[in-house]
Nanobody, 126 residues
């Protein structure tokens, strides 16, 4: 099993940056593909980005490419989400999730992820 805990959320102004961290428990973290999703009030959960387990290839929602960057440190069991040039529409609860390497569904599919954190709130004021 993998337990995930997000941190780093908060209140920022438009145009500022924020870095979210997701710390995973368990020695098998290195084998999991990791994703970030977000959910704004009244909206469905949406894909933000993901990173593969070994090659660390990254995938992003088209609308977020260039502003958001995902990285991972397997030695620290941590996945990071760097968010730049934040906008009010980025306001949401951000979730970290872990996906089995044997699951071949697209990285953007939330149902493909087995483990989820409780989320961290990001609020961008205008």
């Amino acid at each position: 099993q993998v337990q995930l805990v997000e941190s780093g959320g908060g209140l920022v102004q438009t145009g500022e940056s924020l870095s979210l961290s997701c710390e995973a428990s368990g020695r098998t973290f290195v084998y999991y593909r990791m994703g970030w999703f977000r959910q704004a009030p009244g909206k469905e959960r949406e894909f933000v980005g993901a990173i593969s387990e070994s090659t660390r290839r990254t995938y992003y929602a088209d609308s977020l490419k260039g502003r958001f960057t995902i990285s991972r440190d397997n030695a620290k069991n941590t996945v990071l989400l760097q968010m730049n040039s934040l906008k009010p529409e980025d306001t949401a609860v951000y979730y970290c999730a872990a996906k089995s390497p044997t699951d071949n569904r697209d990285y953007s599919v939330a149902r493909a992820y087995t483990y989820w954190g409780l989320g961290t709130q990001v609020t961008v004021s205008s």
